[in-house]
T-cell receptor
């Protein structure tokens, strides 16, 4: 399974943008980049996904490097509710999600 | 908004006992999954289920585990003889479509989990 590397933890201030990086240097051409997050005491929750182009949705934006070896999840204005563990996952043809340790994001008021 | 539900929220059992964890996936979803998360550790895949059969399982999913979709709405995980190390949070997830990449339907929707404590 293709591997991703994320920082263990990051801090942000409320209402400021947050950029969560992910490296996936061994990504294959058919891998989609998915981001999930896990709020405290809850199940994982889908955030966003992309293949090559940058993507936006109501929750976040995903910026994908031109060589696809890295990506960045962008939360435009962090709120206290965004404090969670964020997982960057390479996903291919459906099937299982392989979770790493993710990045634990803390948001300070 | 439709959601995946799981019951019970917390199950306490004695080692060696059988437990059944229940999930109600989103109604028009076709793919079903179980994951577990031991306290403080990462989420681990257990099994995926499609068209009334297991499509993939991990090394964790040994003969003590089984899954079933007994009717059109429930999806269950049975552990035949629980061990202390089975204590974990168990998450059910479901997904709408197959591997059609350009739709948003590849996302998996997770339930809130069942905390299993084996004493």
């Amino acid at each position: 399974d293709a591997k991703t590397t994320q920082p263990n933890s990051m801090e942000s201030n409320e209402e400021e943008p947050v950029h969560l990086p992910c490296n996936h240097s061994t990504i294959s051409g058919t891998d989609y980049i998915h981001w999930y997050r896990q709020l405290p005491s809850q199940g994982p929750e889908y955030v966003i996904h992309g293949l090559t182009s940058n993507v936006n949705n109501r929750m976040a934006s995903l910026a994908i490097a031109e060589d696809r070896k890295s990506s960045t999840l962008i939360l435009h204005r962090a709120t206290l509710r965004d404090a969670a563990v964020y997982y960057c996952i390479l996903y291919n043809q459906g099937g299982k999600l392989i979770f790493g340790q993710g990045t634990e994001l803390s948001v300070k008021p | 908004e439709p959601e995946v539900t799981q019951t019970p929220s917390h199950q306490v059992t004695q080692m060696g006992q059988e437990v059944i964890l229940r999930c109600v996936p989103i109604s028009n979803h076709l793919y079903f999954y179980w994951y577990r998360q031991i306290l403080g550790q990462k989420v681990e895949f257990l099994v995926s289920f499609y068209n009334n059969e297991i499509s993939e399982k991990s090394e964790i999913f040994d003969d003590q585990f089984s899954v079933e979709r007994p009717d059109g709405s429930n999806f269950t995980l049975k552990i035949r003889s629980t061990k202390l190390e089975d204590s974990a949070m168990y998450f059910c997830a479901s997904r709408y479509r197959g591997a059609y990449r350009d739709t948003p339907f590849n996302e998996q929707f997770f339930g809130p989990g069942t905390r299993l404590t084996v004493l």
